[in-house]
């Protein structure tokens, strides 16, 4: 069978304030994630500040399919030319949210940052997750690490 068949499906719901914008989708065949788009009002963009932050809507809301969740992460070219990067990054959509997608960026660099309607702001990763069995416990495995953490096996 093709790898394409059988994916699963995103259903994507267009509000309002998204009226023209194009869907959010992969840029490229191999892509990993899917961009999304600033829907701030055309002539009203949104300016970070240095050291400021802004919750920036899709103007979508995706319904991502249950057993998978959305990464929303920040786009590298930003980072790099503009120190412009999610703030709570990955953003985790859950399969059951159904309000409108949002991107929390915050500005990391030393210049304001103007966001324009349309503008790719960040890209989300459909991954799948496992929902565990959650079940209290009198006490643990042992392991040769065992409580040992943060460092603590040296860095060579
Ligand atoms: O970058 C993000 C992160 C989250 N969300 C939405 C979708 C997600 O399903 C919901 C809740 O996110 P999260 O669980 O990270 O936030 P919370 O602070 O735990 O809020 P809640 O109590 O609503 O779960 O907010 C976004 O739109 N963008
Ligand atoms: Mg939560």
Redesign the pocket.
Known sequence: MHPLENRPVLALVRLPHAQDLDLPAYETAGAAGIDLRAAVRAGDPITIKPGARALVPTGFVFEVPFGYEGQ?RPRSGLAFKHGIT?L?TP????SD?R??????LINLGEEDFVIERSMRIAQMVIAPVTQVAIREADGTSTTARGSGGFGSTGSK
């Open positions: 929303v999610c709570n953003g985790t959509i859950d949210y309000g409108e997608v949002k991107v929390l």
